[in-house]
């Protein structure tokens, strides 16, 4: 592969680990709607689509629609604690930092609200290494990959065959092929090795230091 202009970067699973706070945040919502989750409620395979996917997944067992209620109980909570309680993964600041000195041009692609987005960057002191940072917005034009990274491409100029999408999802790499992208997976975050060969990752990488084979 010749060297991209650009490396759009997931953030849940492949920079950050935010189970702690999505699984609290999640049962936080559910209380909100007067429901008890298992105590032993795993969320790792269901992080990465829309907020709404999750709560609709997470509210069908009760027979609950109000997903529109969820999402909402679900952001207020996350916004004022759940969000804080995310970690970055080793090794990822060191390669962030590298690529951007390497003459990087990073952008974050996430399902994630952007406002969340940028304040888990903020308080990890990652949000200046970014040239743009992208995330779902009120309206849900821009929820899903596909769409995000055609937004992405069309607002910066850039050309989809000379960039790369990071992720650990099979959204992501979906999300990528969609706009005729090169896509790689990452074998540290939710998803699995299969699920990332399955989608048709163009190739995966085991740790964060490997980012620097990308650029």
Not at 72 to 101: F, N, V
Request: hydrophobic fraction near 45%.
């Amino acid at each position: 592969m010749s060297r991209p202009s650009a490396i759009l970067l997931d953030l849940d699973g492949t920079l950050i680990d935010s189970e702690p706070g999505i699984l609290s945040s999640c049962r936080a919502a559910l209380r909100a709607l007067g429901h008890d989750s298992d105590p032993a409620m795993d969320v790792a395979s269901i992080i990465g689509p829309p907020i709404e996917d999750v709560m609709r997944y997470l509210l069908q067992p009760f027979g609950d629609m109000r997903v529109s209620e969820a999402v909402d109980a679900y952001r207020e909570d996350y916004g004022t604690r759940g969000l804080l309680l995310s970690e970055l993964y080793d090794g990822i600041p060191d390669a962030l930092l590298a690529m951007q000195e390497m003459g990087a041009s990073l952008y974050l692609a996430t399902s994630k609200r952007v406002v969340f987005a940028r304040r888990i960057l903020e308080n990890k002191g990652l949000a200046s290494l970014f040239e743009g940072i992208y995330g779902s917005v009120p309206g849900g034009s821009i929820d899903h990959k596909p769409e995000l990274i055609s937004y992405i491409l069309a607002q910066n100029g850039l050309i989809a065959e000379q960039c790369v999408m990071v992720g650990d999802r099979r959204f992501d790499i979906a999300g990528a092929h969609a706009n005729g992208m090169r896509a790689t997976g990452v074998l540290w975050g939710y998803g699995s090795r299969h699920e990332l060969e399955t989608a048709g990752a163009d190739d995966l990488i085991e740790m964060p230091a490997e980012l620097l084979g990308l650029f």
